[in-house]
């Protein structure tokens, strides 16, 4: 962009108003523009580190040891953003830096900002468990639109309906189609895994030994998803694929109701719906809970706090879940969780692309509307891609569960496309 014209202009204003200006542009996104790019960066990152800690758990790492790192790095991405983006330039009365908003007396809008992480947490942790239950794809899919279908509705009254209401809706509709083709899609899939699994003959198994068809039907050393030297794999999508990924995961599936599974994803759903309304809160106090004359909380400040209560809920849940683990996991403790090393730095990766990714939405949501921000939650177009291409999701599935799958995509494309078009400005 050309800024040649702006000194002239600043230089007619009184000095104190020319510091605001100056300081305010260096670091807050403000246009429309600026917020979808936000908004379609964090897309990408959010809709990653699912996958990533989905191929942690299917390589058998226990989650409790992967979601220990992920807290770690999630809060240090936090702590990198505030200390460059809520540092830079000068801070003024009305928009202080960072470590000046660290000591007023900004309490509830604190205490609004850790509800929100607190209620993150616990929706990420629930969604560990239900990616092996019932899928990447389709925890991503009603999780992140039950997060559109009541957040959203939050946010539009909260931003004083400054998102347009006759596009935003038909948005958080198709949002709510989405998750109704999610739950078939599910149930399609898992009638379709039952009946390769009748079967475990040679043929069904997937298992070759023929040279003319070895290099078709086995996986190879180097493959992502199995990370492993074995000379001969069974074929993704087969009856013999499903048998080597539950002895190889470290949730086992066999026999676990997939009623539990959904029922953990809707429960993370309604978490996740929660967040950003509380965020939003957090840095526009609509509710007007400060005192008189104590400036907002910036977005900056606002997510170091906001990370800060979901690392301490993190670390406090899944340090209880290493000696009484649920669904029957083996159980660990802090020593074993310290010497394992074998994925670590996938699990620190995973924390960097939520805690980036999150800090993008909110960035995003300052300027154009927490909820259009939320269009962010099409996540499960990125998860789902990852899912079919790396953990070899619906392959070999039935015609019925193909179009189901295209349907629920299809959707999640016009939602997004829907919301982002529903952004307003913030005055």
């Given amino acids: 962009m050309d800024f040649s014209g702006i000194s002239p202009l600043l230089n007619l204003l009184p000095q104190s108003q020319r510091i605001i200006s100056w300081s305010l542009k260096m670091y807050v996104v403000e246009s429309k523009g600026g917020a979808i790019v936000c908004m379609l960066l964090a897309l990408l990152f959010l809709g990653t580190w699912p996958a990533v800690m989905t191929l942690l758990e299917r390589r058998g790492r226990l989650p409790q040891h992967t979601y220990l790192d992920y807290s770690i790095t999630n809060l240090l991405a936090a702590v990198i953003i505030a200390l460059t983006f809520g540092e830079i330039g000068k801070g003024t009365p009305s928009a202080p830096n960072f470590f000046t908003q660290l000591s007023q007396d900004n309490w509830p809008s604190v205490l609004f900002a850790m509800a929100g992480g607190v209620v993150l947490s616990v929706g990420n942790l629930s969604t560990q468990y239900s990616w092996a239950l019932v899928g990447l794809s389709v925890t991503e899919v009603i999780s992140s639109s039950l997060t559109v279908v ?28 989405a998750v109704c083709l999610g739950s ?142 649920i669904l029957n996991l083996p159980k660990s403790s802090l020593k ?58 619906y392959r070999r599935s039935s015609r019925k569960t193909y179009i189901l799958l295209v349907s629920m995509l299809f959707m999640f494309v016009v939602a997004v496309g829907v919301l982002m078009g529903s952004s307003g400005h913030r005055k």
């Fill in 150 to 177: 009541i957040g959203t509705t939050m946010n539009y009254f909260l931003d004083d309906k400054i998102n347009r209401a006759e596009i935003l809706f038909p948005g958080v509709g198709c949002f709510l189609i």
């Fill in 184 to 325: 078939f899609v599910h149930a399609s899939n898992a009638a379709d895994n039952k009946e390769k699994l009748k079967s475990l003959s040679t043929e069904a198994t997937g298992f070759s030994t023929s040279k003319e068809t070895h290099t078709n039907d086995v996986v190879r050393e180097g493959d992502v998803e199995n990370g492993s030297s074995s000379a001969e794999k069974a074929r993704a999508g087969t009856a013999g694929f499903l048998i080597e990924l539950e002895n190889r995961r470290s949730i086992k599936v066999f026999g676990k109701s997939t009623i539990i599974g959904l029922a953990i994803t809707f429960f993370a759903g309604i978490c996740f719906s929660l967040f950003s309304p509380a965020f939003n809160l957090a840095t526009n106090d609509q509710w007007h809970t400060l005192k008189e004359g104590v400036p907002h909380l910036s977005v900056y400040t606002a997510f170091f706090y906001f990370s800060v209560s979901c690392f301490v809920v993190g670390i406090v849940l899944n340090i209880i879940f290493l000696y009484h683990p």
């Fill in 336 to 393: 074993a969780y310290l010497s394992d090393w074998n994925g670590r730095g996938w699990a620190f990766l995973a924390g960097f692309l939520c805690g980036f990714g999150n800090g993008l939405q909110f960035m995003g949501g300052e300027a154009a509307g927490y909820a259009a921000a939320d269009a962010v939650q099409a996540l499960p177009l990125v998860s789902t891609f990852w899912g079919i291409l790396i953990f070899g999701e």
